[in-house]
């Protein structure tokens, strides 16, 4: 049996795109078809409301194209939304936050943990619901960032007003004495030389990216959803913004690779 359906794959914006590196790492013959919900973004300021009903919309979108799984890649997303994508999905869904927080569990060294992400993202606590049940007694300190997306998003990685910005979200943190920094949110993966920067070598920074394509691996294999075929997978990546300018971001960040697909992008349409 093999199931040539495509992966889906959603987003704010460009930072989903990590999630999608890794699932694309991972298993190099299964298609992937992405959205970035740029016309929106950023998510991380708007009321979990109105992030619950842009994230139903566009896996609806994802749905109507017979994907065979849905990967939220987006902690702003899964905060306000991943319970009602999976209710409605009628196929597997992952998310970013548990992988990420299991990860970070099991790399602190003194059990000091800190978090950055959006403010929908701190402002919810899955993070510290997510890490308090793995019962390891790890302390964690949050603070929002942001700027981080929007810079993200406009291809900055080492302006001075970002580096600025950078020790300011990031000095409580490193004085508070933390060993392990979760990465809250699928666009600071693109920040990790500045981020790692400013908090110092010793710090360990985990990325949800690469716990979640795990988890993806391990659902397709578990529930025989793999793809036999043998030939290259045709790849689509989508935005609800201007094509020109996602495709710009996503080639610095992703490389040759992704600018061989990148013809096959389309616009979702409606955003």
Known sequence: MSDDRAIGVFDSGVGGLTVARAIMDLLPNEPIRYVGDT???PYGPRPLGEIRGFAMEIAEHLLSTDVKMLV???NSIEVAAIRDVSD??????RGVIEPGARAAVRAT???NVGLIGTQATVESGAYERAV???????RMRSVACPIFVEAVERGDTSSPELRGA???YLRPLRDAGIDTLILGCTHYPLLSGLISYVVGPEVVLVSSAEETAKEVYAALVGGELERADGAPPRHEFGCTGPPAA????AERFLGPEIAEVRASMVELVGG
């Open 39 to 41: 016309a929106r973004f």
């Open 72 to 74: 939220v890649a987006c």
């Open 88 to 93: 409605a999905a009628g196929v597997p869904v």
């Open 109 to 111: 060294r003194n059990g």
């Open 132 to 138: 308090a049940a793995e019962r390891a007694g790890v």
């Open 166 to 168: 950078a020790e300011r």
């Open 246 to 249: 996602f495709q710009a971001v």
